[in-house]
């Protein structure tokens, strides 16, 4: 399984981003693929995910503000990121998730994104 993320980048508050994760290596229609972030000193969190039934999940912090987008033939998701504020700052990381006790989740190598004036 591979995930490579793209689009990340230095913006300024109240602006917008957009972040592509390319998955490649097995069937991604049965894994839940989203995007978590770690910020300097903090740990990792949920930022979006959309699951393998369409469903979304978004972290409270984000709701409202960012939106995750599943193109299944593709094996693509995006995330599109509004009204960024400064503490949206830091690594974006995608995760494909078979949600499987035998099958780890996977992990993109992470895109920095950079919330300043």
């Known amino acids: 399984v591979q995930l490579v993320e793209s689009g990340g980048g230095l913006v300024q508050p109240g602006g917008s981003l957009g972040l592509t994760c390319v998955a490649s290596?097995?069937?991604?229609?049965?894994?839940?693929l989203g995007w978590y972030r770690q910020a300097p000193g903090k740990e990792r969190e949920l930022v979006a995910v959309?699951?393998?039934?369409?469903?979304?999940k978004y972290g409270d912090s984000v709701k409202g503000r960012f939106a995750i987008y599943r193109d299944t033939p593709k094996d693509t998701i995006y995330l599109q990121m509004n009204d960024l504020k400064p503490e949206d700052t830091a690594v974006y990381y995608c995760?494909?998730?078979?949600?499987?006790?035998?099958?780890?989740?996977?992990w993109g190598q992470g895109t920095q994104v950079t919330v300043s004036s």
């Open positions: 290596g097995t069937t991604f229609n049965v894994y839940d």
């Open positions: 959309v699951e393998s039934t369409g469903r979304t």
């Open positions: 995760n494909a998730d078979l949600n499987s006790a035998y099958v780890p989740p996977s």
